[in-house]
C-alpha cells in the first residue's frame, strides 16, 4: 500500500515540474546556455530534472516512456528508473534507461547520482546531444573514457567493452549531509 501511495505522489509530483531544491536556490533553471535543455543534474529536485529529460527526449530524440520503476523508491529517497524506447521503429527499438538515486532535502526528492544505460546508439547521441557537447569521438582501443563538466556535475561516458554507460555525480557535494548544510545556508539568506 505504501508503494503504490509513493508512486502516485512521485507521478503526481512530475506534473508539478517546479523545481524547489538546488545548489544555485532560489534560482529556478540553471544551464551553460541559455536555451535548451541542458542542465546540471545532480542535486537538483527530481521533478524538475526527469520532467526536463522527458521532455528532451520525447521532442529531439522521438523517444517515449515505456516503463516507470518505482519500487526502490521510500519515503527518504531510493532509486527512481525510467525506460524509454524509440516512437517511431524501422527495425528494432532502441532502448535509453535512466535511474536516479534519489535523497530527501527539505521535503524534496533530489537527485545525488545519475546513471544512463542501454543501447550503445541512443547513449552516444543522448551525452552529445543533451550536454550539447562539440566532442567528436569514437571508441578508443585503450581504456580512456570521456567526461565532460556541466555545472557542478561530472558526466562520463564509460566505453566499457562495446556496453557503454553514463554516469553522472557531483563534483562539489561528497555526501548528503554537506549539500544538505550548504541548502539551509541558501534557504536562510533568502528569506
Known sequence: MHKI???IAILTS??????EVSPYYPAKYVGEKDAGFTSQMTY???NFISSNVSDFLMS???MTIENTDSSKMVFDGGKLTITYTDR???????????SYDVVKVNDVYTIRSVKITGDKERLLDFFIVFWETTINFKEPSGNS???????????KYYFNKGKPYITV???TYKNLEAF???????????K
Open 180 to 190: 544538505k548544510a550548504y541548502f539551509e545556508t541558501l534557504k536562510a539568506e533568502n
Open 5 to 7: 501511495i509513493l508512486s
Open 60 to 62: 529531439k530524440m522521438l
Open 14 to 19: 512530475f506534473i508539478a515540474q517546479s523545481q
Open 88 to 98: 517511431i521503429v524501422q527495425s528494432k527499438a532502441q532502448k535509453l534507461i535512466i
Open 145 to 155: 573514457d570521456v567526461s565532460l563538466n556541466m555545472g557542478q556535475d561530472v558526466v
Open 169 to 171: 555525480t557531483n563534483s
Open 44 to 46: 537538483f529536485d527530481l
